[in-house]
């Protein structure tokens, strides 16, 4: 479809009836589910929106929802069949675009929001070494799979858009599957608003709802996977910062005891404060001082971008370890650490932003700055345009 085609649909505002898939579908299910539940808020004003999910803890006006059964929710990978040839079966016929989030091999978009299982299995492996990876997974019927759900997700069709998040994981995903790279497209996460930076008034509020500390520098923490997000490290970190700095845990409440057995362990169970889930983190943003996000591994990393809209300072893993801070610039918008696992580094970060309030206010502007330029507003309409285009291959 030409660029012209594309104007004209969209000019013409020619209303599509649009399948998405998501196993589950909450805004406290991680940046995969929030991604996809802003787009469908979004595009639901101007389009039929159908959301096909496991889960559902959702409701807006104008979005049809189909509860997908679930008869063994384990083994994952059974499950993962299950609900694969069931959107397929549901949604063969009768919609113009169908826009999978999971690892389906149904769907003209199919965005993908972390590292192939396939780059997982056999990155920088040779020799030997592979031949072990490859046993091991001739011997797996769940890696035997998962890998063949995405050899056919990731195959060669003339109407297949491969959304990604970030330019890290389309250079990975071109490097995994070379089939996918002219289908491939970089469409990031957004915010929907730029809230700006919470009051005085407005913080200790939110420290008193969430039952937090009044005083003292708040650290921020949100992921639902505290090992891979880098908790461990920050544990460490906050042990070499004053006794005025504490940290607030936003995430996956089945790892709340191991860490914070972790917590008691290193001497700090009284400045960290574990809050669970939350569908809203906005809250949380209002009542820190600063994010800490030193991931290991993450193709975006939302939550950074959420804690900039709201005016803080951010610490974050390098791009090699997290996509959005490649867009970033060191002490411009943000303090970026080469190795996330580097305690020290991250405990001089943090420091920094305790100790000087210049810095944390010039991150602040150009946080709010960022943040305005990826609004879901402009994002849905990247999103849309694939749609057209898809949908105009299909036809």
């Known amino acids: 479809m030409s660029e012209s085609q594309v104007k004209g649909e969209l000019a013409s505002g020619r209303r599509l009836r649009i399948a998405v898939f998501n196993r589950i579908f909450s805004p406290s299910g991680g940046g995969a589910e929030r991604y996809s539940i802003a787009l469908v808020e979004q595009l639901a004003q101007d389009h039929e929106v159908h959301v096909f999910a496991q889960q559902i803890n959702h409701q807006w006006p104008g979005v049809t929802y189909h509860k997908v059964s679930s008869p063994l929710t384990k083994p994952r990978w059974i499950n993962q069949l299950w609900y694969a040839t069931s959107t397929w079966w549901a949604t063969r016929r009768g919609f113009d675009v169908v826009h999978s989030h999971e690892n389906t091999w ?105 039952g937090l500390p009044l005083a003292g520098f708040g650290i921020l923490f949100v992921g639902n996977d505290y090992r891979k997000k880098g908790l461990d490290a920050l544990f460490q970190a906050l042990i070499r910062l004053p ?62 971008l959420e804690a900039m809209s709201h005016g803080l300072p951010v610490v974050v893993s390098s791009g090699q370890h997290c996509g959005i801070a490649e867009l970033l610039n060191h002490e411009t918008h943000a303090l970026i650490l080469s190795n996330p696992r580097d305690v020290a580094a991250l405990g001089k970060a943090l420091n920094r932003l305790l100790q000087d309030p210049e810095l944390r206010r010039n991150l602040r502007d150009a946080s709010l700055a ?22 105009k291959a299909s036809d």
Request: net charge positive.
């Open 243 to 304: 006794d005025q700095a504490w940290l607030a845990v936003v995430g996956n409440a089945a790892h709340i005891p191991e860490f914070r057995a972790q917590a008691q362990a290193a001497g700090i169970a009284h400045r960290v404060f574990f809050l669970g889930a939350m569908n809203d983190v906005s809250e949380a943003y209002r009542a820190a001082d600063c994010l800490a996000h030193p991931t290991l591994e993450d193709t975006f990393a939302m939550v950074v």
């Open 106 to 210: 149904h769907g003209q978009v199919q965005t993908v929001h972390v590292l192939p299982v396939k780059y997982n299995l056999f990155h920088g492996r040779s020799g030997w070494r592979l031949a072990v990876r490859w046993l091991k997974v001739v011997t797996s019927p769940r890696l035997l799979a998962y890998l063949g759900l995405e050899g056919v997700r990731f195959s060669r069709r003339a109407n297949r858009c491969i959304v990604v998040t970030s330019n890290s994981l389309k250079n990975q995903m071109a490097a995994t599957y070379p089939a996918t790279g002219d289908a491939l497209q970089i469409v990031t996460p957004g915010v929907s608003r730029v809230s700006g930076v919470a009051s005085s008034a407005q913080q200790l509020a939110a420290r008193q709802g969430l």
């Open 370 to 391: 960022f943040a305005g330029q990826h609004q879901w507003s402009n994002i849905a309409r990247q999103q849309e345009k694939i749609y057209y285009a898809v949908a």
